[in-house]
């Protein structure tokens, strides 16, 4: 059986941890919006979960249903949250070639020192 290459190995695994890196960085300035209510409250937040704006119409606000509107905003932060992390997931499986984990680094068994 041929033993690998291991100065290979680790040069693989150092442009993997740099092209990880430099993912993670890009998602900071990439934003998704999401919305509820009908576009009544909208929510833009980062691909790194970091939220940039909460909007709400002023048609939204009734004195006498607060709890509707805490519903809205609750699930235009959910559904922002889940669309940032479908997107992060994306840009960091393009940079793992699909290894398993979170950002791809569980597979690899800590070799990344993720």
Request: net charge negative; proline share 4%.
């Amino acid at each position: 059986m041929p033993q690998p290459n291991l100065n290979q190995l680790a040069k693989m695994a150092q442009k993997m941890q740099a092209d990880m890196a430099a993912a993670q960085e890009a998602l900071a300035s990439e934003e998704v919006e999401a919305s509820a209510g009908g576009g009544m409250v909208t929510v833009k937040i980062t691909g790194d979960l970091q939220i940039k704006a909460i909007t709400i119409d002023p048609d939204a606000v009734d004195p006498e249903d607060v709890e509707m509107l805490q519903d809205m905003i609750l699930a235009a932060v959910n559904q922002a949250v889940n669309q940032a992390q479908e997107l992060a997931a994306t840009r960091m499986g393009a940079v793992t070639g699909g290894l398993g984990g979170p950002g791809g680094a569980g597979g690899l068994g800590g070799l990344l020192g993720m």
